[in-house]
């Protein structure tokens, strides 16, 4: 019985630290805000009523602060990931409420 009872902990280990080892890596993605909000204020933007020269250069602004985002995802880049989050929240108080 204790062999059989070994041959099944050591596999179950395996599979639960590769799955707190996934869990980890994508916790910060799946946690961030920016994921969500971005396309949200880009819907926003599509729908507010602005001057079209005005929308055009707060969705100019606004795809270049997701780029910098997905890059910051991607490079595990604090500095960026900030940067990224004062751009939506500059984008999100220039729309009309």
């Not at 929308?55 to 780029?67: C, D, I, N, Y």
């Amino acid at each position: 019985m204790t062999s059989r009872h070994r041959s099944f902990l050591r596999p179950a280990a395996l599979l639960l630290g590769g799955l707190l080892v996934t869990a980890a890596g994508t916790s910060s993605a799946l946690a961030c805000r920016g994921t969500a909000e971005y396309p949200a204020v880009l819907q926003q933007l599509a729908a507010a009523s602005l001057a079209a020269k005005r929308k055009a250069e707060l969705t100019r602004q606004l795809e270049e602060g997701r780029v910098l985002h997905d890059r910051a995802h991607r490079q595990n880049d604090a500095g960026a990931m900030r940067e990224s989050l004062k751009i939506l929240d500059r984008i999100k108080a220039a729309l009309p409420r």
